[in-house]
């Protein structure tokens, strides 16, 4: 066994005992004034994180998901300290059997926010104060997948690099560019600024001058940023009436809206770049 890899007992013989008890937030700001830490969780999305740069710090693994693709993502890293513990003792952890097997706990870098980011992008996706960690990470797999070039979130978000946002983006939040907006613009003031880089907006909505969302001219803007709101209250009044259309996706039975993850796959589809 590599001399990075130790078998412990007790988390209490490791660092994750004490990174196990932190919050997110907490973990965020663990490193102040340098950038805090995030943990990944599953092979899949700790490999994205670190083909996408993100540096480990070190692993926790469940010693039945010590597979050769778990081995060969330590190997890549051999100074990182590797501790396995069986399945009981990460279980006396509340929450542990919700994972994969494998988390990672990895350094937070830089996302800065520059129009500059955006000079060849056609599609790009705005997100006003979504706050569910699952419905996000949906938002951003569906966003990777399925042909947008990069997502904005409002200071109302969560993070993207929150556990378990995440785990549901199958790590796709290390593929697709994000960035915070800036500090002072609201969405309505960001749909402005973006405006002033050629791109037409989008506010899914339910209102009554709603437009399809196959609407003709709509699919056929050159530059298009998607807007997509929160949970429940949906999109700011002031974010539509700052949007150059509103669209709505057809419905039948009686129902009148989607989830926002639900949503934003269709949305994407139908509004991709041809």
């Not at 740069?53 to 693709?69: A, C, E, H, K, W």
């Not at 990895?106 to 979504?130: A, D, F, K, T």
């Not at 539509?240 to 796959?265: E, F, K, Q, Y």
Request: charged letters at 20%; hydrophobic letters at 45%.
């Amino acid at each position: 066994m590599p001399a990075n890899v130790m078998h412990i007992i007790a988390l209490s013989e490791s660092p994750w005992g004490a990174w196990l008890r932190c919050s997110e937030t907490q973990l965020y700001h663990i490193n102040e004034p340098a950038q805090g830490l995030f943990i990944a969780e599953s092979p899949n999305v700790i490999e994205r994180a670190m083909n996408a740069g993100y540096m480990p710090v070190s692993f926790l693994i469940d010693t039945g998901f010590y597979t050769p693709q778990v081995q060969s993502l330590c190997l890549r890293n051999p100074e990182i300290p590797v501790f396995l513990a069986d399945t009981s003792v990460l279980n006396s952890v509340k929450g542990m059997h919700l994972t994969r097997g494998v988390l990672c706990a990895m350094c937070r870098r830089e996302q800065p926010y520059s129009g500059g980011m955006l000079r060849n992008m056609h599609r790009i996706v705005l997100l006003e104060n979504i706050m569910n960690p699952t419905n996000l990470g949906a938002v951003f797999r569906s966003a990777a997948a399925l042909g947008m070039d990069a997502v904005l979130l409002t200071s109302g978000c969560t993070d993207p690099l929150y556990r378990r946002a995440a785990r549901v983006s199958m790590g796709t939040v290390f593929q697709i560019p994000w960035a915070y907006l800036p500090e002072a613009p609201d969405a309505s003031e960001a749909i402005r600024m973006l405006r002033g880089l050629g791109f037409q907006s989008a506010a899914m909505a339910l209102c009554d001058d709603s437009v399809s969302i196959d609407d003709a001219e709509l699919r056929a803007a050159e530059r298009l940023v998607i807007v997509l709101g929160t949970e429940g209250e949906g999109l700011a009044p002031e974010t539509i009436a700052a949007c150059d259309w509103t669209v709505r996706i057809p419905m039948l039975h009686g129902v009148d809206s989607l989830n926002v993850a639900a949503a934003s796959a269709v949305a994407f589809w139908e509004l991709r770049k041809r």
